[in-house]
Antibody, heavy 120, light 109 residues
């Protein structure tokens, strides 16, 4: 059974970089066939896709966040990571990592989510 | 960019009622449409994939239909444990990206 777990600071100051890591267990990121994804949910709002990465390192980002987002993968640790730069209060959200089956992409496994608050 | 319009944004129904949620895409997305259930404080859960396929382990009272631009999600007989927010999600492959509908909050009357 694949499991995903987000980790990282729960509080980030404005203008700094938000950094989160997702650790995958029960399956190898290197096995291929999946996009490793980040999704966020603003408090009381809907879901927003941030982007995803293939194990080879190919990345695809939401155009609305592309200038500030970097997703990377560390296959040796079976982890992938999210960096979001120049954060503001508008980036306060629950951040989820998830595994998406390749075409057509569906998100079959999710982490529990982690709340990141942007505040001084 | 493909836009997804989900309706209604909320609904209230009685236990045993048939519940229907719709999702409309701004352009043809074939059957690249999935449905998720999210309970408060929890991560979303995949219920229906490729418009009409039931994910393993999901009760058969949940179903989906549609193709092209118009899609429907149905709960045939609403149960108390179905109280949640439901989201549609489309997949675009040029370039690869995901878009979610705005969500439908389902409550018991």
């Amino acid at each position: 059974q694949v499991q995903l777990q987000e980790s990282g600071p729960g509080l980030v100051k404005p203008s700094q970089t938000l950094s989160l890591t997702c650790t995958v267990s029960g399956g190898s990121i290197s096995s291929g066939g999946y996009y490793w994804s980040w999704i966020r949910q603003h408090p009381g709002k809907g879901l927003e896709w941030i982007g995803y990465i293939y194990y080879s390192g190919s990345t695809y980002y939401n155009p609305s966040l592309k200038s500030r987002v970097t997703i990377s993968v560390d296959t040796s640790k079976n982890q992938f990571s999210l960096k979001l730069s120049s954060v503001t209060a508008a980036d306060t959200a629950v951040y989820y990592c998830a595994r998406a089956l390749l075409v057509p992409a569906r998100l079959g496994y999710w982490g529990q989510g982690t709340l990141v608050t942007v505040s001084s | 960019d493909i836009q997804m319009t989900q309706s209604p944004s909320s609904l209230s129904a009685s236990v045993g009622d048939r519940v229907t949620i719709t999702c409309q895409a701004s352009q043809d997305i074939s059957n690249y449409l999935n449905w998720y259930q999210q309970k408060p404080g929890k991560a979303p859960k995949l219920l229906i994939y490729d418009a009409s396929n039931l994910e393993t382990g999901v009760p058969s009272r949940f179903s989906g239909s549609g193709s092209g631009t118009d899609f429907t999600f149905t709960i045939s007989s609403l149960q108390p444990e179905d109280i949640a927010t439901y989201y549609c999600q489309q997949y675009d492959n040029l370039p690869p990206r995901l878009t979610f509908g705005g969500g439908t909050k389902v409550e018991i009357k």
